[in-house]
């Protein structure tokens, strides 16, 4: 059954570095996105992706977040300088249409010490 | 704006039993429903929609009920495992997932 990858499962990183985390969604898959769950929390939007652009985006997307689809098959979250509280799990998501059922990936463990 | 919300935070019952999960919402503008599940440490998990132009709509182990007069769904799972310990989450056609229905599961 296809399914939504994410690497790493668990990054590690200082405060103010950069990080990069990584998506392969579904292939047949045009809509893409982005979730973060601080621990204890509720899983939150971040933004949505489609046709190589942003559709929608949170308040918690500011200007130290970013989207790419560098390729054909990845989809990107970048961090630019990371801060204590970006420590979350961040969930990628896929959908076929922008209305239908998203199928989410198991998660990358972001930890900023 | 569309609000769908679940009655209980923690729900135990015992293996073998029907679990029943309800949830209601307050905005008829949704078009469809959807339940996800999240076990720990596991992103969330599709488990069955249902659009608001039906009443009940079956999957394996699980049947959701749509009371538009209420405003009331339900997430029925026949013969609960301990495999169905989770969070689970009632959705509109927008994902905004609440703290949603801890399930657990007395062997």
């Known amino acids: 059954e296809p399914e939504v990858t994410?690497?790493?499962?668990?990054q590690v990183t200082q405060m103010g570095q950069e990080?990069?985390?990584?998506?392969v969604p579904i292939s047949n898959h045009?809509?893409?996105?982005?979730?973060r769950q601080i621990l204890g929390q509720k899983v939150e939007f971040l933004v949505s992706f489609y046709n190589n652009e942003i559709s929608?985006?949170?308040?918690?997307?500011?200007?130290?977040?970013?989207v790419e689809r560098p390729d054909g098959s990845n989809f990107t979250l970048k961090i630019r300088s990371t801060k204590l509280e970006d420590s979350a799990?961040?969930?990628c998501a896929s959908s076929q249409g922008g209305g239908n059922i998203q199928y989410f990936g198991a998660g990358t463990r972001l930890s900023v010490l | 704006g569309e609000s769908v919300g679940l009655h209980l935070p923690t729900l135990s019952?015992?293996?073998g039993d029907n679990s029943i999960i309800n949830c209601a919402y307050s905005n008829s503008a949704s078009d469809y429903f959807i339940w996800y599940k999240q076990e720990s440490g596991k992103g969330p998990q599709f488990i069955?929609?249902?659009r608001s132009n039906m009443d009940k709509?079956?999957?394996?182990?699980v049947t959701v009920l749509l009371n538009k007069t209420v405003k009331h769904l339900s997430l029925q799972i026949a013969a609960t495992q301990p495999g169905d310990s989770a969070v689970y989450f009632c959705l509109g056609g927008k994902l905004i997932f609440g703290q949603g229905t801890e399930l657990s599961v007395k062997p």
């Open chain 1, 30 to 35: 045009l809509y893409f996105y982005w979730y």
């Open chain 1, 6 to 10: 994410q690497t790493p499962s668990h």
């Open chain 1, 19 to 23: 990080v990069i985390l990584r998506c």
């Open chain 2, 13 to 15: 019952v015992q293996e």
């Open chain 2, 48 to 50: 069955i929609d249902i």
């Open chain 1, 89 to 91: 799990m961040y969930f």
């Open chain 1, 56 to 66: 929608e985006k949170s308040e918690i997307f500011d200007d130290q977040f970013s």
């Open chain 2, 57 to 61: 709509r079956q999957g394996q182990r």
